[in-house]
């Protein structure tokens, strides 16, 4: 089975700097898809970003960028130039891009981002 | 926003009572899911289903059963609360398209207390 880890329970940054969001995850498979959503104050689950397991090079949403290290198993969200709305719970989630699977998502357990002004 | 509500929003519930909620969709997406929130362990899926009358379970699937009699709805039933099934449910569907990867949106979630 695979395993998502976040191993920052909270992280904080000023407003206009940059902050590296970790995690790592556990998996024997070759294909797959990664991702970072986003959960502020009122719940909603936001999609952030989206790494393909076969694409070398790393995502890139405007000011959100990943650190994608597949040997290392490794997928880190990097947010530049913070704002205040960047504040909230943001996951990792590791989906199997088997054929015929059920797109399930796996978690990891969460990193609160704190934007201090 | 990809069509997809949840009932009731918020609920307050004894122990020992049967709880039923909803998930709407109306995007005619091939997956449904239901997820758990708690803190301390991010999302957990509970059970998911792949088509009308096609389920399984998820990692926390004890206590929680499901039915999908229509493309649309997608119940989650507690037969018996107990507290320490308090917690945030999500919903999420996926799987309109034929591409290899389909996004998946979720609800706004449900709020279960059970005392």
């Known amino acids: 089975a695979q395993t998502v880890t976040q191993s920052q329970p909270e992280m904080s940054v000023q407003e206009a700097e940059t902050v590296t969001l970790s995690c790592t995850y556990d998996t024997s498979e070759s294909d797959y898809y990664l991702f970072w959503y986003k959960q502020p104050p009122s719940r909603q689950m936001i999609l952030v970003i989206r790494q393909e397991a076969y694409k070398q090079q790393n995502a890139t949403e405007n000011r959100f960028s990943v650190n994608f290290q597949k040997a290392a198993k490794s997928f880190s969200l990097k947010i530049s130039d913070s704002q205040l709305g960047d504040a909230a719970m943001y996951f990792c989630?590791?989906?199997?891009?088997?054929?015929?699977?059920?797109?399930?998502?796996?978690f990891g357990k969460g990193t609160k981002l704190t934007v201090n002004p | 926003d990809a069509g997809i509500t949840q009932s009731p929003r918020h609920k307050v519930t004894e122990t020992g009572t049967p709880v039923t909620l909803r998930c709407h969709q109306t995007e005619n997406h091939r997956y449904m899911y239901w997820y758990r929130q708690d803190p301390g362990h991010g999302l957990r899926l509970i059970h998911y289903s792949y088509g009308v009358k096609d389920t399984d379970k998820g990692e926390v699937s004890d206590g929680y059963s499901v039915s999908r009699s229509k493309t649309e709805d997608f119940l989650l039933t507690l037969e018996s609360a107990t507290s320490s099934q308090t917690s945030v449910y999500f919903c999420?569907?996926?799987?309109?398209?034929?591409?290899?990867?389909?996004?998946?949106?979720f609800g706004p979630g449900t709020r279960l207390t059970v005392l």
């Open positions: 999420a569907i996926s799987g309109l398209g034929l591409a290899a990867y389909n996004e998946q949106f």
């Open positions: 989630a590791y989906r199997s891009a088997t054929q015929g699977g059920s797109e399930k998502l796996v």
